[in-house]
Protein backbone atom coordinates (compact mmCIF):
# COMPACT_ATOMS: atom_id res chain seq x y z
CA UNK A 1 0.00 0.00 0.00
CA UNK A 2 1.48 3.29 -1.11
CA UNK A 3 -0.25 6.98 0.08
CA UNK A 4 0.82 10.08 -1.57
CA UNK A 5 -0.36 13.68 -0.75
CA UNK A 6 0.72 17.18 -1.67
CA UNK A 7 -0.32 20.33 -0.80
CA UNK A 8 -0.09 23.37 -3.19
CA UNK A 9 -0.66 27.26 -2.90
CA UNK A 10 -1.20 28.96 -6.56
CA UNK A 11 -1.88 32.21 -7.86
CA UNK A 12 -4.35 32.51 -10.98
CA UNK A 13 -4.03 36.08 -12.58
CA UNK A 14 -7.92 37.33 -12.87
CA UNK A 15 -8.77 37.95 -16.49
CA UNK A 16 -10.95 39.84 -18.48
CA UNK A 17 -12.42 37.29 -20.93
CA UNK A 18 -13.80 33.62 -20.42
CA UNK A 19 -11.50 30.83 -21.20
CA UNK A 20 -10.88 27.42 -20.03
CA UNK A 21 -9.66 29.32 -16.76
CA UNK A 22 -12.46 30.49 -15.69
CA UNK A 23 -15.41 28.21 -17.25
CA UNK A 24 -17.87 26.25 -15.24
CA UNK A 25 -18.03 22.37 -15.09
CA UNK A 26 -20.82 22.48 -17.59
CA UNK A 27 -19.00 24.15 -19.97
CA UNK A 28 -16.15 22.36 -19.25
CA UNK A 29 -17.85 18.78 -20.22
CA UNK A 30 -19.20 20.66 -23.70
CA UNK A 31 -15.47 21.53 -24.69
CA UNK A 32 -15.01 19.88 -28.02
CA UNK A 33 -12.34 16.66 -28.11
CA UNK A 34 -10.06 16.68 -31.20
CA UNK A 35 -8.25 13.58 -30.07
CA UNK A 36 -10.90 10.39 -30.04
CA UNK A 37 -11.35 10.81 -33.99
CA UNK A 38 -8.97 13.42 -35.07
CA UNK A 39 -12.15 15.53 -35.26
CA UNK A 40 -14.04 17.55 -33.14
CA UNK A 41 -17.10 16.34 -30.89
CA UNK A 42 -18.63 17.26 -27.66
CA UNK A 43 -17.55 14.68 -25.25
CA UNK A 44 -21.19 13.04 -25.12
CA UNK A 45 -20.26 11.71 -28.47
CA UNK A 46 -16.91 10.46 -28.04
CA UNK A 47 -16.50 6.67 -28.66
CA UNK A 48 -14.60 6.88 -25.45
CA UNK A 49 -14.35 8.01 -21.62
CA UNK A 50 -12.38 10.84 -22.40
CA UNK A 51 -10.70 13.21 -19.26
CA UNK A 52 -9.79 16.45 -19.51
CA UNK A 53 -7.22 18.77 -17.78
CA UNK A 54 -6.85 22.05 -18.24
CA UNK A 55 -4.53 24.93 -18.04
CA UNK A 56 -5.99 26.12 -15.05
CA UNK A 57 -5.87 22.34 -13.58
CA UNK A 58 -2.04 22.27 -13.98
CA UNK A 59 -1.78 26.01 -12.60
CA UNK A 60 -3.98 25.38 -9.31
CA UNK A 61 -2.07 22.01 -8.62
CA UNK A 62 1.37 22.73 -9.42
CA UNK A 63 1.65 19.92 -11.60
CA UNK A 64 5.35 20.31 -13.32
CA UNK A 65 5.31 17.14 -15.84
CA UNK A 66 2.80 15.23 -18.10
CA UNK A 67 3.11 11.88 -15.83
CA UNK A 68 2.23 14.19 -12.77
CA UNK A 69 -0.87 15.46 -14.96
CA UNK A 70 -2.00 12.16 -16.16
CA UNK A 71 -1.30 10.24 -12.67
CA UNK A 72 -4.26 12.32 -11.67
CA UNK A 73 -6.77 10.75 -13.45
CA UNK A 74 -8.89 7.26 -13.33
CA UNK A 75 -6.88 3.83 -13.31
CA UNK A 76 -3.53 5.78 -14.68
CA UNK A 77 0.01 5.58 -12.70
CA UNK A 78 3.22 6.63 -12.99
CA UNK A 79 7.27 5.03 -11.99
CA UNK A 80 10.16 6.35 -11.73
CA UNK A 81 13.49 5.19 -12.35
CA UNK A 82 15.67 8.49 -11.81
CA UNK A 83 16.27 8.07 -15.91
CA UNK A 84 12.47 8.52 -16.50
CA UNK A 85 9.07 8.23 -15.84
CA UNK A 86 6.50 5.58 -17.13
CA UNK A 87 2.79 6.07 -17.68
CA UNK A 88 0.72 2.84 -16.39
CA UNK A 89 -2.71 2.42 -17.56
CA UNK A 90 -5.75 0.43 -16.38
CA UNK A 91 -3.20 -2.41 -14.78
CA UNK A 92 -0.35 -2.69 -17.00
CA UNK A 93 2.83 -1.15 -16.17
CA UNK A 94 5.82 -3.64 -17.21
CA UNK A 95 8.58 -2.64 -15.64
CA UNK A 96 11.27 -2.03 -18.86
CA UNK A 97 8.64 -0.98 -20.65
CA UNK A 98 9.01 2.59 -22.01
CA UNK A 99 5.42 3.89 -22.67
CA UNK A 100 5.16 2.44 -25.71
CA UNK A 101 1.63 1.44 -25.53
CA UNK A 102 0.56 4.83 -25.26
CA UNK A 103 0.11 7.05 -27.58
CA UNK A 104 1.07 11.10 -27.24
CA UNK A 105 0.50 13.59 -29.61
CA UNK A 106 1.11 17.66 -29.61
CA UNK A 107 -1.26 19.16 -32.06
CA UNK A 108 -2.42 15.53 -33.18
CA UNK A 109 1.44 15.27 -34.65
CA UNK A 110 2.87 11.94 -33.04
CA UNK A 111 6.10 12.53 -30.57
CA UNK A 112 7.16 8.40 -29.44
CA UNK A 113 10.11 8.30 -31.81
CA UNK A 114 11.61 5.96 -34.01
CA UNK A 115 13.95 3.87 -32.77
CA UNK A 116 12.43 2.93 -28.99
CA UNK A 117 8.65 4.04 -29.74
CA UNK A 118 8.90 6.09 -26.27
CA UNK A 119 5.74 8.20 -25.08
CA UNK A 120 7.81 10.68 -23.42
CA UNK A 121 6.04 11.96 -19.90
CA UNK A 122 8.46 13.09 -18.18
CA UNK A 123 10.83 15.81 -17.89
CA UNK A 124 11.86 14.10 -21.52
CA UNK A 125 8.58 15.66 -22.91
CA UNK A 126 9.45 18.36 -25.28
CA UNK A 127 7.04 20.69 -24.12
CA UNK A 128 7.39 23.20 -20.90
CA UNK A 129 3.94 22.45 -19.44
CA UNK A 130 3.12 26.08 -18.78
CA UNK A 131 2.50 25.79 -22.66
CA UNK A 132 -0.32 23.53 -22.75
CA UNK A 133 -4.02 24.83 -22.98
CA UNK A 134 -5.28 21.50 -22.19
CA UNK A 135 -4.99 17.58 -22.49
CA UNK A 136 -7.06 14.79 -24.05
CA UNK A 137 -6.79 11.38 -22.48
CA UNK A 138 -8.35 8.93 -24.53
CA UNK A 139 -8.31 5.40 -22.42
CA UNK A 140 -8.50 2.38 -24.67
CA UNK A 141 -7.36 1.51 -28.10
CA UNK A 142 -6.82 4.13 -30.57
CA UNK A 143 -5.34 2.24 -33.28
CA UNK A 144 -8.38 2.41 -35.33
CA UNK A 145 -7.32 6.07 -35.93
CA UNK A 146 -3.94 6.59 -35.24
CA UNK A 147 -2.67 3.00 -35.73
CA UNK A 148 0.96 1.90 -33.94
CA UNK A 149 1.61 3.13 -29.89
CA UNK A 150 -2.46 3.65 -29.40
CA UNK A 151 -2.68 -0.20 -27.53
CA UNK A 152 -4.00 1.54 -24.07
CA UNK A 153 -4.73 5.14 -24.69
CA UNK A 154 -4.25 8.37 -26.53
CA UNK A 155 -2.95 11.58 -25.02
CA UNK A 156 -3.36 14.26 -27.12
CA UNK A 157 -2.03 18.20 -25.89
CA UNK A 158 -3.53 21.53 -27.39
CA UNK A 159 -0.93 24.12 -26.70
CA UNK A 160 -1.72 27.69 -26.08
CA UNK A 161 -1.58 30.43 -29.26
CA UNK A 162 -0.54 33.74 -29.78
CA UNK A 163 -3.67 34.70 -28.83
CA UNK A 164 -3.93 33.67 -25.23
CA UNK A 165 -0.57 35.23 -24.66
CA UNK A 166 -1.60 38.76 -25.66
CA UNK A 167 2.01 39.55 -25.44
CA UNK A 168 5.21 38.46 -22.96
CA UNK A 169 5.58 36.44 -20.25
CA UNK A 170 8.50 35.90 -17.77
CA UNK A 171 8.35 33.37 -15.21
CA UNK A 172 10.51 31.89 -12.91
CA UNK A 173 10.58 29.21 -10.02
CA UNK A 174 12.70 27.53 -7.56
CA UNK A 175 12.05 24.19 -6.23
CA UNK A 176 13.75 20.85 -4.35
CA UNK A 177 15.48 18.19 -5.31
CA UNK A 178 18.38 19.90 -4.27
CA UNK A 179 17.09 23.66 -5.84
CA UNK A 180 15.70 23.26 -9.20
CA UNK A 181 15.79 26.94 -11.15
CA UNK A 182 13.19 26.85 -13.80
CA UNK A 183 12.56 30.00 -16.15
CA UNK A 184 10.70 30.55 -19.39
CA UNK A 185 10.04 33.58 -21.60
CA UNK A 186 6.90 33.39 -24.18
CA UNK A 187 5.72 35.94 -26.63
CA UNK A 188 2.86 35.52 -28.81
CA UNK A 189 -0.09 38.00 -30.19
CA UNK A 190 -2.84 37.67 -32.82
CA UNK A 191 -2.02 40.77 -35.26
CA UNK A 192 -4.22 42.54 -37.38
CA UNK A 193 -3.72 40.80 -40.63
CA UNK A 194 -5.19 37.52 -38.71
CA UNK A 195 -1.76 35.74 -38.37
CA UNK A 196 -1.41 34.28 -34.69
CA UNK A 197 1.91 33.47 -33.41
CA UNK A 198 4.00 32.39 -30.51
CA UNK A 199 7.40 31.55 -29.47
CA UNK A 200 8.62 30.33 -26.38
CA UNK A 201 12.04 29.69 -24.60
CA UNK A 202 12.72 27.34 -21.31
CA UNK A 203 15.29 26.28 -19.49
CA UNK A 204 15.98 23.78 -16.11
CA UNK A 205 18.54 22.98 -14.13
CA UNK A 206 18.84 20.70 -10.98
CA UNK A 207 21.63 19.21 -9.21
CA UNK A 208 19.62 16.69 -8.08
CA UNK A 209 19.15 14.95 -4.37
CA UNK A 210 21.59 12.75 -3.01
CA UNK A 211 20.40 9.53 -2.16
CA UNK A 212 21.34 5.86 -0.77
CA UNK A 213 21.93 3.33 -3.42
CA UNK A 214 22.40 -0.50 -2.43
CA UNK A 215 23.21 -2.10 -6.10
CA UNK A 216 22.73 -5.64 -5.10
CA UNK A 217 24.71 -8.13 -6.30
CA UNK A 218 27.84 -6.05 -6.70
CA UNK A 219 28.38 -5.82 -2.93
CA UNK A 220 28.57 -2.00 -3.55
CA UNK A 221 26.34 0.54 -1.55
CA UNK A 222 26.39 4.11 -0.73
CA UNK A 223 25.19 7.83 -0.92
CA UNK A 224 25.11 9.49 -4.64
CA UNK A 225 26.57 12.60 -4.18
CA UNK A 226 26.13 14.93 -6.93
CA UNK A 227 25.12 12.57 -9.28
CA UNK A 228 21.26 13.34 -9.70
CA UNK A 229 21.92 16.33 -11.48
CA UNK A 230 19.60 16.91 -14.78
CA UNK A 231 19.47 20.04 -17.56
CA UNK A 232 17.02 21.15 -19.62
CA UNK A 233 16.72 23.51 -23.04
CA UNK A 234 13.38 23.95 -24.90
CA UNK A 235 12.06 25.89 -27.58
CA UNK A 236 8.36 26.29 -28.81
CA UNK A 237 6.98 28.08 -31.93
CA UNK A 238 3.37 28.04 -33.81
CA UNK A 239 2.04 30.30 -36.24
CA UNK A 240 -1.52 30.10 -37.88
CA UNK A 241 -3.58 32.02 -40.39
CA UNK A 242 -6.80 31.20 -41.60
CA UNK A 243 -6.41 27.24 -42.41
CA UNK A 244 -2.67 27.07 -42.33
CA UNK A 245 -1.00 26.32 -39.21
CA UNK A 246 2.85 25.34 -38.40
CA UNK A 247 4.42 24.25 -35.45
CA UNK A 248 8.02 23.68 -33.82
CA UNK A 249 9.16 21.65 -30.98
CA UNK A 250 12.34 21.30 -29.73
CA UNK A 251 13.30 19.98 -26.49
CA UNK A 252 16.97 18.89 -25.18
CA UNK A 253 17.11 17.01 -22.01
CA UNK A 254 20.72 15.57 -19.63
CA UNK A 255 19.85 13.69 -16.70
CA UNK A 256 22.78 12.30 -14.61
CA UNK A 257 22.43 8.90 -13.55
CA UNK A 258 22.77 7.55 -10.12
CA UNK A 259 21.11 3.88 -10.36
CA UNK A 260 24.78 2.24 -12.22
CA UNK A 261 22.23 1.41 -15.12
CA UNK A 262 22.81 -1.07 -17.82
CA UNK A 263 25.51 -2.53 -15.35
CA UNK A 264 27.71 -0.25 -14.97
CA UNK A 265 30.01 0.84 -12.72
CA UNK A 266 27.95 2.44 -9.27
CA UNK A 267 28.83 6.00 -7.52
CA UNK A 268 30.71 7.08 -10.47
CA UNK A 269 30.65 11.17 -11.34
CA UNK A 270 30.16 11.55 -15.04
CA UNK A 271 27.50 8.84 -16.69
CA UNK A 272 24.30 10.10 -18.07
CA UNK A 273 21.45 9.89 -20.59
CA UNK A 274 20.47 12.64 -23.07
CA UNK A 275 17.54 13.12 -25.02
CA UNK A 276 17.24 15.45 -27.99
CA UNK A 277 13.87 15.74 -29.89
CA UNK A 278 12.98 17.67 -32.59
CA UNK A 279 9.21 17.47 -34.17
CA UNK A 280 7.53 19.91 -36.74
CA UNK A 281 4.48 19.96 -38.45
CA UNK A 282 2.92 22.05 -41.42
CA UNK A 283 -1.25 21.81 -41.37
CA UNK A 284 -4.12 22.82 -43.87
CA UNK A 285 -7.36 22.15 -42.42
CA UNK A 286 -10.69 24.05 -44.31
CA UNK A 287 -14.40 23.29 -45.15
CA UNK A 288 -16.25 23.19 -48.14
CA UNK A 289 -19.03 22.25 -50.33
CA UNK A 290 -20.93 24.78 -48.19
CA UNK A 291 -18.91 23.59 -44.28
CA UNK A 292 -19.93 19.97 -45.69
CA UNK A 293 -16.82 18.57 -46.46
CA UNK A 294 -13.69 19.53 -44.10
CA UNK A 295 -10.03 18.13 -45.69
CA UNK A 296 -7.14 18.46 -43.08
CA UNK A 297 -3.77 17.20 -44.83
CA UNK A 298 -0.29 17.83 -43.35
CA UNK A 299 3.85 17.38 -43.14
CA UNK A 300 5.46 16.51 -40.73
CA UNK A 301 9.00 15.89 -39.87
CA UNK A 302 10.56 14.29 -36.27
CA UNK A 303 14.44 13.74 -35.06
CA UNK A 304 15.28 12.03 -32.06
CA UNK A 305 18.76 11.73 -30.77
CA UNK A 306 19.62 9.36 -27.64
CA UNK A 307 23.12 9.12 -26.01
CA UNK A 308 24.31 7.30 -23.01
CA UNK A 309 27.31 7.32 -21.15
CA UNK A 310 28.34 4.65 -18.97
CA UNK A 311 32.14 3.50 -17.55
CA UNK A 312 32.19 -0.22 -17.29
CA UNK A 313 35.44 -1.37 -15.24
CA UNK A 314 36.67 2.13 -15.61
CA UNK A 315 36.50 2.24 -19.47
CA UNK A 316 34.58 4.97 -20.84
CA UNK A 317 31.32 4.36 -22.86
CA UNK A 318 28.91 5.80 -25.48
CA UNK A 319 26.04 4.46 -26.97
CA UNK A 320 23.41 6.30 -29.15
CA UNK A 321 20.35 5.74 -31.12
CA UNK A 322 19.28 8.58 -33.61
CA UNK A 323 16.41 8.54 -35.78
CA UNK A 324 14.66 10.32 -38.31
CA UNK A 325 11.67 10.38 -40.19
CA UNK A 326 8.90 12.38 -42.05
CA UNK A 327 5.61 11.96 -43.19
CA UNK A 328 2.52 13.15 -44.54
CA UNK A 329 -1.62 13.17 -43.63
CA UNK A 330 -4.81 13.32 -45.70
CA UNK A 331 -7.90 13.21 -44.02
CA UNK A 332 -11.73 13.66 -44.83
CA UNK A 333 -14.38 14.53 -42.99
CA UNK A 334 -17.69 14.78 -44.55
CA UNK A 335 -21.43 15.35 -43.19
CA UNK A 336 -22.89 15.81 -46.49
CA UNK A 337 -25.12 12.33 -46.05
CA UNK A 338 -27.87 13.41 -43.39
CA UNK A 339 -27.01 12.22 -39.67
CA UNK A 340 -23.51 10.97 -40.71
CA UNK A 341 -19.95 11.89 -40.34
CA UNK A 342 -18.14 10.01 -42.36
CA UNK A 343 -14.10 10.07 -42.19
CA UNK A 344 -11.50 8.73 -44.46
CA UNK A 345 -7.83 9.23 -44.00
CA UNK A 346 -4.74 7.82 -45.11
CA UNK A 347 -1.00 8.53 -43.48
CA UNK A 348 2.23 7.85 -44.71
CA UNK A 349 5.46 7.65 -42.44
CA UNK A 350 9.00 6.83 -43.42
CA UNK A 351 11.48 6.10 -40.75
CA UNK A 352 14.61 7.20 -42.96
CA UNK A 353 17.25 6.51 -40.25
CA UNK A 354 17.29 4.39 -37.24
CA UNK A 355 20.54 3.94 -36.55
CA UNK A 356 22.33 2.36 -33.06
CA UNK A 357 25.67 2.38 -31.73
CA UNK A 358 27.90 1.63 -29.02
CA UNK A 359 31.57 2.69 -29.08
CA UNK A 360 33.97 1.91 -26.47
CA UNK A 361 35.51 5.32 -26.58
CA UNK A 362 38.96 4.29 -24.02
CA UNK A 363 39.59 0.90 -26.01
CA UNK A 364 38.12 0.90 -29.33
CA UNK A 365 38.89 -1.98 -30.79
CA UNK A 366 37.63 -3.93 -27.78
CA UNK A 367 33.47 -3.82 -28.68
CA UNK A 368 32.12 -1.45 -31.35
CA UNK A 369 28.61 -1.79 -32.71
CA UNK A 370 26.52 -0.19 -35.83
CA UNK A 371 22.70 -1.10 -36.34
CA UNK A 372 21.63 0.53 -39.09
CA UNK A 373 17.90 -0.07 -40.96
CA UNK A 374 14.71 2.04 -42.04
CA UNK A 375 11.08 1.30 -42.00
CA UNK A 376 7.98 2.41 -43.82
CA UNK A 377 4.12 2.72 -42.02
CA UNK A 378 1.20 3.15 -44.14
CA UNK A 379 -2.09 3.35 -42.87
CA UNK A 380 -5.70 3.73 -44.26
CA UNK A 381 -8.48 4.73 -42.01
CA UNK A 382 -12.59 4.96 -41.97
CA UNK A 383 -15.23 6.04 -39.37
CA UNK A 384 -18.91 6.30 -39.52
CA UNK A 385 -20.53 8.15 -36.82
CA UNK A 386 -24.15 6.96 -37.62
CA UNK A 387 -27.08 9.46 -35.21
CA UNK A 388 -29.75 7.45 -35.69
CA UNK A 389 -31.85 9.25 -32.95
CA UNK A 390 -31.61 12.41 -31.50
CA UNK A 391 -30.89 10.17 -28.24
CA UNK A 392 -28.81 7.40 -30.07
CA UNK A 393 -25.71 6.92 -32.67
CA UNK A 394 -23.24 4.82 -33.49
CA UNK A 395 -19.33 4.57 -34.53
CA UNK A 396 -17.89 2.16 -36.13
CA UNK A 397 -14.40 2.47 -37.77
CA UNK A 398 -11.59 0.27 -39.88
CA UNK A 399 -7.88 0.61 -40.28
CA UNK A 400 -5.80 -0.74 -42.38
CA UNK A 401 -1.48 -1.08 -40.96
CA UNK A 402 1.09 -1.79 -43.69
CA UNK A 403 4.43 -2.33 -41.98
CA UNK A 404 7.44 -3.13 -44.01
CA UNK A 405 8.91 -5.03 -40.47
CA UNK A 406 5.86 -6.51 -39.86
CA UNK A 407 3.81 -6.74 -42.93
CA UNK A 408 -0.43 -5.79 -42.35
CA UNK A 409 -2.75 -5.39 -39.44
CA UNK A 410 -6.11 -4.57 -39.26
CA UNK A 411 -7.54 -2.29 -36.23
CA UNK A 412 -11.20 -2.48 -35.74
CA UNK A 413 -13.47 -0.19 -33.73
CA UNK A 414 -17.69 0.35 -32.52
CA UNK A 415 -19.65 2.42 -30.10
CA UNK A 416 -23.49 2.68 -29.40
CA UNK A 417 -23.85 5.64 -27.28
CA UNK A 418 -27.34 6.54 -26.02
CA UNK A 419 -28.24 9.57 -24.25
CA UNK A 420 -31.32 8.14 -22.01
CA UNK A 421 -32.24 11.69 -20.20
CA UNK A 422 -30.75 14.85 -20.36
CA UNK A 423 -28.41 13.88 -17.65
CA UNK A 424 -27.53 10.65 -18.69
CA UNK A 425 -25.66 9.16 -21.11
CA UNK A 426 -24.42 4.72 -21.89
CA UNK A 427 -21.99 3.73 -23.85
CA UNK A 428 -20.72 0.85 -25.14
CA UNK A 429 -17.24 0.23 -26.69
CA UNK A 430 -15.55 -2.00 -28.69
CA UNK A 431 -11.74 -1.83 -30.64
CA UNK A 432 -8.59 -3.41 -31.53
CA UNK A 433 -5.52 -2.25 -31.50
CA UNK A 434 -1.31 -3.09 -32.40
CA UNK A 435 2.18 -2.21 -31.45
CA UNK A 436 4.71 -3.46 -33.83
CA UNK A 437 8.20 -4.40 -32.17
CA UNK A 438 10.59 -1.20 -32.47
CA UNK A 439 14.03 -1.39 -33.83
CA UNK A 440 15.53 -1.42 -30.29
CA UNK A 441 13.71 -4.34 -29.56
CA UNK A 442 13.95 -6.17 -32.37
CA UNK A 443 18.09 -5.18 -33.43
CA UNK A 444 19.95 -4.06 -30.93
CA UNK A 445 22.84 -6.58 -30.29
CA UNK A 446 26.07 -5.48 -28.31
CA UNK A 447 26.91 -9.10 -27.29
CA UNK A 448 27.55 -7.43 -23.62
CA UNK A 449 24.03 -6.91 -21.89
CA UNK A 450 21.74 -7.73 -24.68
CA UNK A 451 20.73 -9.53 -27.95
CA UNK A 452 18.77 -8.99 -31.05
CA UNK A 453 15.69 -10.81 -31.96
CA UNK A 454 14.00 -9.72 -35.11
CA UNK A 455 11.59 -13.08 -35.62
CA UNK A 456 9.35 -10.52 -33.31
CA UNK A 457 5.66 -9.80 -34.34
CA UNK A 458 3.05 -7.41 -33.53
CA UNK A 459 1.64 -7.11 -30.26
CA UNK A 460 -2.42 -6.97 -30.23
CA UNK A 461 -4.83 -6.08 -27.63
CA UNK A 462 -8.81 -6.48 -27.49
CA UNK A 463 -10.88 -4.39 -25.60
CA UNK A 464 -14.45 -4.10 -24.36
CA UNK A 465 -15.94 -1.22 -21.94
CA UNK A 466 -19.33 -0.08 -20.86
CA UNK A 467 -19.50 3.54 -19.55
CA UNK A 468 -21.96 5.61 -17.86
CA UNK A 469 -21.87 9.21 -17.42
CA UNK A 470 -24.65 11.34 -15.14
CA UNK A 471 -24.90 14.60 -14.45
CA UNK A 472 -27.20 15.07 -11.40
CA UNK A 473 -26.51 18.48 -11.41
CA UNK A 474 -25.04 20.97 -13.79
CA UNK A 475 -21.80 21.34 -11.38
CA UNK A 476 -21.46 17.76 -10.87
CA UNK A 477 -20.59 14.62 -12.95
CA UNK A 478 -20.32 10.90 -12.09
CA UNK A 479 -19.02 8.45 -13.88
CA UNK A 480 -18.91 4.65 -13.75
CA UNK A 481 -16.43 2.51 -16.16
CA UNK A 482 -16.21 -1.62 -16.33
CA UNK A 483 -14.05 -3.10 -19.21
CA UNK A 484 -12.05 -5.86 -19.82
CA UNK A 485 -9.36 -6.00 -22.51
CA UNK A 486 -6.98 -9.41 -23.21
CA UNK A 487 -3.08 -8.63 -25.06
CA UNK A 488 -1.97 -10.89 -26.82
CA UNK A 489 1.87 -11.59 -28.40
CA UNK A 490 3.42 -10.21 -25.31
CA UNK A 491 6.97 -8.43 -25.90
CA UNK A 492 8.87 -8.68 -22.59
CA UNK A 493 12.55 -8.60 -21.60
CA UNK A 494 13.72 -12.09 -20.70
CA UNK A 495 17.00 -14.17 -20.96
CA UNK A 496 18.45 -15.89 -24.01
CA UNK A 497 19.06 -19.31 -23.14
CA UNK A 498 22.23 -19.36 -25.55
CA UNK A 499 23.95 -16.34 -24.68
CA UNK A 500 22.60 -15.84 -21.02
CA UNK A 501 22.12 -11.90 -22.36
CA UNK A 502 19.03 -9.92 -22.34
CA UNK A 503 16.70 -10.37 -24.75
CA UNK A 504 13.34 -9.12 -25.62
CA UNK A 505 11.25 -12.25 -26.32
CA UNK A 506 7.66 -12.88 -27.27
CA UNK A 507 4.92 -14.13 -24.69
CA UNK A 508 2.68 -16.87 -25.94
CA UNK A 509 0.09 -16.45 -22.98
CA UNK A 510 -1.85 -13.68 -23.11
CA UNK A 511 -2.43 -10.90 -20.37
CA UNK A 512 -5.96 -10.59 -19.25
CA UNK A 513 -6.97 -7.37 -17.43
CA UNK A 514 -10.77 -7.30 -15.71
CA UNK A 515 -11.32 -3.53 -14.09
CA UNK A 516 -14.29 -0.89 -13.11
CA UNK A 517 -13.52 2.52 -12.35
CA UNK A 518 -15.75 5.34 -10.33
CA UNK A 519 -14.95 8.94 -10.25
CA UNK A 520 -16.61 12.18 -9.18
CA UNK A 521 -16.19 15.59 -10.68
CA UNK A 522 -18.14 18.50 -8.97
CA UNK A 523 -17.33 22.51 -8.66
CA UNK A 524 -19.46 24.90 -6.29
CA UNK A 525 -20.52 28.65 -6.42
CA UNK A 526 -17.67 29.04 -3.82
CA UNK A 527 -15.09 28.19 -6.26
CA UNK A 528 -14.11 24.81 -4.83
CA UNK A 529 -13.23 21.84 -7.07
CA UNK A 530 -13.20 18.83 -6.17
CA UNK A 531 -11.96 15.49 -8.26
CA UNK A 532 -11.82 11.93 -6.79
CA UNK A 533 -11.91 8.35 -8.47
CA UNK A 534 -11.35 4.86 -7.13
CA UNK A 535 -10.26 2.03 -9.57
CA UNK A 536 -10.13 -1.82 -9.03
CA UNK A 537 -8.11 -3.62 -11.70
CA UNK A 538 -6.59 -6.98 -12.23
CA UNK A 539 -4.00 -7.73 -14.88
CA UNK A 540 -2.80 -11.15 -15.00
CA UNK A 541 -1.01 -13.82 -17.03
CA UNK A 542 -1.31 -17.50 -16.44
CA UNK A 543 -3.27 -16.57 -13.49
CA UNK A 544 -0.13 -14.75 -11.72
CA UNK A 545 -0.26 -11.12 -11.61
CA UNK A 546 1.55 -8.64 -13.80
CA UNK A 547 4.69 -6.84 -12.12
CA UNK A 548 3.73 -2.91 -10.95
CA UNK A 549 0.58 -3.61 -11.37
CA UNK A 550 -1.54 -2.45 -8.57
CA UNK A 551 -5.13 -3.62 -6.99
CA UNK A 552 -6.47 -0.32 -5.89
CA UNK A 553 -6.14 3.26 -7.35
CA UNK A 554 -7.66 5.84 -5.46
CA UNK A 555 -7.66 10.00 -6.01
CA UNK A 556 -8.88 12.92 -4.31
CA UNK A 557 -8.10 16.19 -5.33
CA UNK A 558 -9.28 19.41 -3.96
CA UNK A 559 -8.42 22.80 -4.98
CA UNK A 560 -10.01 25.79 -2.74
CA UNK A 561 -10.09 29.65 -3.31
CA UNK A 562 -8.38 31.75 -0.40
CA UNK A 563 -10.75 34.16 1.28
CA UNK A 564 -9.41 37.72 0.71
CA UNK A 565 -6.71 36.83 -1.69
CA UNK A 566 -8.07 37.59 -5.43
CA UNK A 567 -6.89 35.11 -7.18
CA UNK A 568 -5.09 32.68 -5.16
CA UNK A 569 -5.65 29.30 -4.24
CA UNK A 570 -4.97 25.48 -2.14
CA UNK A 571 -4.63 22.57 -3.91
CA UNK A 572 -4.47 18.98 -2.24
CA UNK A 573 -3.69 16.14 -4.05
CA UNK A 574 -4.30 12.45 -2.07
CA UNK A 575 -3.30 9.12 -4.26
CA UNK A 576 -3.67 5.59 -3.08
CA UNK A 577 -2.20 2.68 -4.22
CA UNK A 578 -2.56 -1.32 -2.74
Do not use: C
Not at 228 to 242: C, L, Y
Amino acid sequence: MLLLGLFVIAASPVLATKNLEQMSLEELMNVTIVGASKYAQKQQQVAAAVSVITRQDIRNFGWRTLGEVLASLPGVYTTYDYQYDFLGVRGFGLPGDFTTRVLVTINGNRINDATYDQGPVGRDFPLDIDLIERIEFIPGPGSAVYGQNAMLGVVNIITRKGSDVKGAELSASYQTAETMPQERATFGKKFDNGIDAIISFSALQARGADRFFDYGETGISGIAHRLDGENIKQVFASASRGPLSFDFLYGDRKKEDPTAAYFSDPLITGQFIRDKRLNTQIQYNDNFANNTLNVLSRLFLGRYDWDGFFIYGGERTLSTGPSDWHGAELRLLSTALTNHSLMLGVEYQYNTRIKQTYHNLDNPEDSNLLIKSSMVRTGVYIQDEWRITDTLSATAGLRYDFNSWINSRLSPRGALIWQATPKSTFKALYGRAHRAPNSFEREYDDGITQVANPGLRAEMVDTLELVTDYRPQPDMNLRAIAYAWDMHNLITLGIDPLSALTQYQQSSEKVVARGVELSLDKTWDSGVRLRSSYGIQNAEQQNAHLPNSPYFLGKLIVSIPIPLMTGLRAGYELQYFG
